[in-house]
């Protein structure tokens, strides 16, 4: 099965840090962009950021920007997205996807299951 894995989410306190991991399953990540998008609840999926297949070119939210950070260890076949300086506006179910590159018409496929995170006092 082709898919990729998300991991990491949680509970933190305004301020705090989380790092969510997005694996592949079933296939060579490193051939990919990789996406990380998010949906609050009672609100749209938007994308958050995204990172070329080499690692070169990075793409971020104006909202997360400063904050957030996203890598890639193709040897490790993991995507990578180091959240820094939480708010509770970024409380939402934390999704990674694949395209061939980061682009608004890209059409992204292997979608994981999620991973919560949660920013509460």
């Known amino acids: 099965q082709l898919q990729l894995v998300e991991s990491g989410g949680g509970l933190v306190q305004p301020g705090g840090s989380l790092r969510l991991s997005c694996a592949a399953s079933g296939f060579t990540l490193e051939y990919y962009a990789i996406g990380w998008f998010r949906q609050a609840p009672g609100k749209e999926r938007v994308g958050v950021s995204c990172?070329?297949?080499?690692?070169?070119?990075?793409f971020s939210i104006d909202s997360v920007k400063g904050r957030f950070t996203i890598s890639r260890d193709n040897a490790k076949n993991t995507v990578y997205l180091q959240m820094n300086s939480l708010k509770p506006e970024d409380t939402a179910v934390y999704y990674c996807a694949a395209a061939q590159e980061c682009t608004k018409g890209s059409s992204w496929s292997h979608w994981g299951q999620g991973t919560q995170v949660t920013v509460s006092s």
């Open positions: 990172i070329s297949s080499s690692g070169g070119n990075t």
